[in-house]
């Protein structure tokens, strides 16, 4: 009897222990993150004319310089999951005469309802776009000018996505509304407009059966005053084992015909990244960017094309990655708009129709 009574008490503890273990939250906190120093030397530039172009790396010039701090908190307690993401330095900026500061880039929490429906609320992107704002995250260490023109926006809201499987799936929410034409698009958002944004997104893997294929489609109605739409189609190739395709269109239709700042545009951004060795990586983009600017002198319409090629080399060290690059922009010769692009010869006073400069990254990931 007395061994029974043992056994039984030993069962119930380890049942008890068991149940505990259950019943225990996830309290783990992961921390991730990069930071990333660069130099650039702008071949129009000088050390005392900061450099304009590209001034998401940076308009220093001719100098090593810190790029940005990047800061992921993710914590999981059961069927919720709070992330955190801060930026600090200057390619979290879209402002290119702002000092280097910081920004939250992230902040919201996700509740999984179950394994095919969540629900997120909080700070976040409206869509996932081919390039990423972060430097470990982009594998071209400058950013192309279309995406300096959509200016990566984040904004608060709300957003569900259904899984359907684990090949397709969609994002649809709703955000507060941010007003580009008064110059608040590096800001969170304008919370005067409220929940007025709807944004979906949708991700397909291998449609149509074609293999290692995999294509997003977007769509973003600007609910605020005298704003348009914006559409985004991405697709992502593996062609070979080493070759790697990749081609982003927007469309951008500003439904404002008044404001002198007030613009339309489209573009075409190409990628091809090829893995040479195990360690090294050769990549190309091409840029093309056509916009429909207002004069401010006559207040018509005048369309603008630009153009880039990037060259970027990335040497992989596992933790560590160095980077050399060099991109070309260019515009039509009877461009002497240039609202929204500006290209100066070494006088920083002359316009010219082109630009170039090279960069030298190395991005720390930890």
């Known amino acids: 009897m007395r061994k029974l009574f043992i056994s039984v008490g030993a069962a119930l503890i380890s049942l008890s222990s068991i149940n505990a273990q259950v019943a225990k939250p996830d309290t783990t906190l992961q921390i991730t993150g990069s930071a990333d120093l660069y130099y650039k030397y702008d071949f129009a530039g000088d ?13 220093r010039q001719n100098s090593m310089e810190f790029g940005m701090l990047d800061l992921k908190i993710k914590k999981q307690l059961g069927d919720v999951t709070v992330n955190s993401e801060l ?21 919201n929490a996700t509740y999984q309802a179950n394994k095919k429906l969540s629900f997120t609320g909080g700070i976040m992107y409206r869509y996932q776009t081919y390039e990423k704002l972060t430097a470990a995250d982009n594998f071209n260490y400058t950013i192309s000018s279309s995406f300096t023109i959509i200016n990566f926006l984040r904004s608060s809201g709300i957003k569900a996505t259904y899984a359907f499987n684990d090949k397709a799936k969609i994002v649809a929410g709703l955000y507060n509304s941010n007003d580009s034409k008064n110059g608040t698009n590096r800001t969170v958002a304008s919370p005067n407009y409220g929940l007025s944004d ?21 769509v973003w109605i600007e ?52 893995k040479v060795c195990k360690a090294f990586t050769l990549g190309a983009r091409y840029d093309y960017l056509s916009v429909n600017e207002q004069d401010g002198s006559s207040n018509n319409f005048i369309k603008e094309n630009y153009y880039a090629t990037t060259i970027t080399g990335a040497l992989n060290l596992g933790s560590l990655t160095l980077k050399a690059e060099y991109k070309r922009d260019w515009t039509q010769s009877d461009n002497t708009n240039r609202a929204t692009i500006s290209y100066y010869e070494k006088d920083a006073i002359t316009p010219s129709v082109n630009a170039a400069e090279i960069v030298l990254a190395a991005i720390y990931k930890f």
């Open 87 to 107: 930026a600090f330095g200057q390619r979290e900026t879209s402002d290119a005469s702002a000092p280097p500061s910081y920004n939250i880039q992230n902040l």
């Open 198 to 218: 709807f944004c979906a997104q949708g991700f397909i893997s291998e449609p149509f059966g074609l293999k290692q294929l995999d294509a997003s489609a977007a």
């Open 47 to 59: 050390a005392n004319t900061p450099s304009m172009l590209n001034a998401k790396v940076g308009m």
């Open 223 to 274: 609910g605020q005053k005298d704003n348009g739409t914006h559409l985004n189609l991405q697709l992502h190739y593996a062609a070979t084992s080493k070759l790697k395709l990749g081609l982003d269109v927007s469309h951008y239709k500003c439904a404002d015909t008044t404001s002198i700042p007030a613009r339309s545009y489209d573009s075409y951004v190409g990628y091809a990244q090829y």
